[in-house]
């Protein structure tokens, strides 16, 4: 993990850790907040993306990249393009926040809208591969951005080694998987514990059955956790990470007014998922050392749960 950190250093943000006396009481244990929605484009994603990038060759790079996404991997991977010169074709659904569809469009990237749904979204993108010629990079289902991701773990615990338990919001599971390769790596005793939307619970009843659940609802604020798990971080999840946690809507409202309060900083309602997790199964972690990581922070401010 540390050579793929290094890799994708230039990229990207080390982001900072915060920590407070408030929340250490009310959770009952010492909370160390990673911060990725400080990072570049607001949410750890770019992180897979550089990544992703870097592992291709000259020749696919010279043909650009595609992916679909509802905002945060969109933002990424036109960014991530940007600055290693390339070209991106980002396939985004009607229903993505407008605040992530203009900074997607600000990095230069080339925008196709489509219907929010999934079959859509990679009808659209296969579409573009076919006629740009173009690398297709997912968001969450993909080696090279599942590692990215890890390390944003990887930082945390290099800085904190004395960390024991990590939450981590899941959607497509490209955090949760990166989350708990860099765990494992760094000390095997390490736990890692999911946070989902009750509305989008896939992953959470994927456990249960030890096979790929598709999402029965996607009727959750967590724009960002609206996707579910793919075949490569899948099996990751199963095998290594202890438990998925469902929080409600209210409990993510609560949970994300509660860090913009005590933190008094911005995360979005996916972020807010690992948190409520925390908050809601507190009593099993008292007086442990527990990081979350805070995902990302691109909030539509026209659009407050609060």
């Known amino acids: 993990m540390k050579e793929i950190a290094d ?6 943000h080390q982001t900072p850790v915060l920590t407070s006396d408030s929340l250490n009481g009310l959770f009952g244990c010492h909370v160390f907040f ?10 750890f994603k770019i992180r897979g993306a550089s990544h ?8 696919q790079r010279s043909k650009g990249v595609v992916t679909h996404s509802s905002g945060n991997f969109a933002q990424a991977l036109a960014k991530a393009a940007s600055l290693l010169g390339i070209e991106a074709y980002i396939v985004m659904p009607d229903n993505a926040p ?12 080339t925008i196709i809208r489509c219907k929010p749904t999934i079959k859509a979204r990679e009808e659209a993108a296969k579409k573009l591969e076919a006629e740009t010629g173009a690398t297709f990079v997912h968001p969450s289902n993909q080696l090279t951005v599942i590692q990215g991701q890890g390390t944003s773990a990887y930082e945390l615990l290099e800085e904190y080694p004395e960390i024991k338990v990590i939450f981590v919001p899941v959607g497509g599971g490209g955090l949760i ?5 860099a765990a494992k790596r760094k000390n095997e005793q390490i736990l890692v514990f999911g946070g989902e939307p009750k509305a989008a ?4 009843r994927s456990l249960q059955s030890g096979k790929i659940e598709s999402n029965i609802t996607t009727d959750t604020i967590a724009d960002g956790l609206r996707t579910q798990l793919g075949e490569y971080n899948f099996p990751i999840i199963l095998n290594h990470v202890e438990e998925i ?11 994300m007014k509660l860090i913009w309060e005590r933190l008094k900083i911005v995360i979005e309602p996916s972020s807010a998922a690992a948190v409520a997790a925390l908050w809601q ?14 995902s990302g922070g691109n909030v539509d401010l026209e659009k407050l749960p609060f």
Request: overall charge negative; some cysteine; charged content about 20%.
């Open 7 to 12: 890799k994708i250093a230039p990229y990207i």
């Open 34 to 43: 990673k911060c990725e929605n400080f990072q570049k484009t607001g949410s």
């Open 52 to 59: 992703a990038i870097l592992s291709l060759s000259p020749e």
């Open 98 to 109: 407008m605040v992530k569809v203009d900074a997607v469009h600000d990095f230069g990237a």
């Open 177 to 181: 998987g990166g989350t708990v390769l």
């Open 201 to 204: 619970d896939d992953a959470y």
């Open 245 to 255: 946690y469902t929080v409600s809507e209210v409990e993510i409202v609560a949970a």
């Open 281 to 294: 199964q507190k009593s099993n972690f008292n007086g442990q050392n527990v990081g979350i990581i805070l």
